[in-house]
């Protein structure tokens, strides 16, 4: 019984230290993929912005590849460090940029817009007139009672 107590107790103790030590040597490290986000993907961003004039940080066809660049290098990194994508560092990192370039930019041109009344009008129009021309054949049809059955 104390033998078995013993393998038991050696079996437990193995499993603890392999979920101590199994994390950090595979799977993603948090802190190590935070500062290779900063130190090469937004360090990038932070340079392409500075390179661009300042008045055209609201305009969406002249940052888009800058943007498009940081989401591609983080997706990038997350896939060579096992790290899943996207997540909370990131979610962070895009958070902070939009607060530091961004947060002035107005949402016209971004908002949704009624499409053209020439689109508009016949999706508004035909159904008004089916369900019009449908209640002109149930009252007609009402009134003919004469061999409906």
């Given at each position: 019984m104390a033998l078995e107590s013993a393998s038991l107790l050696k079996?437990?103790?193995v499993l603890l230290m392999a979920a101590q030590v199994l994390p950090s040597v595979s799977g993603c490290s948090r802190g190590v993929y935070g500062r290779v986000i900063?130190?090469?993907?937004l360090a990038k961003f932070k340079f392409d912005m500075g390179g661009l004039d300042q008045g055209l940080w609201c305009s969406?066809?002249?940052?888009?590849?800058?943007?498009?660049?940081?989401?591609n290098c983080t997706y990038q990194?997350?896939?060579r460090?096992?790290?899943f994508w996207p997540n909370q560092i990131v979610d962070r990192v895009?958070?902070?940029?939009?607060?530091a370039y961004f947060h002035d930019c107005?949402?016209?041109g971004r908002l949704l817009h009624d499409p053209p009344i020439s689109v508009l009008a016949p999706f508004i129009t035909v159904p008004v007139l089916v369900t019009l021309l449908m209640?002109?054949?149930v009252v007609w049809r009402s009134k003919r009672t004469e061999g409906v059955l």
């Open positions: 079996a437990g103790l900063n130190d090469l993907c969406w066809p002249d940052t888009m590849e800058i943007y498009e660049g940081l989401t990194v997350a896939l460090m096992d790290c895009f958070m902070h940029i939009h607060r107005a949402l016209t209640t002109a054949v």
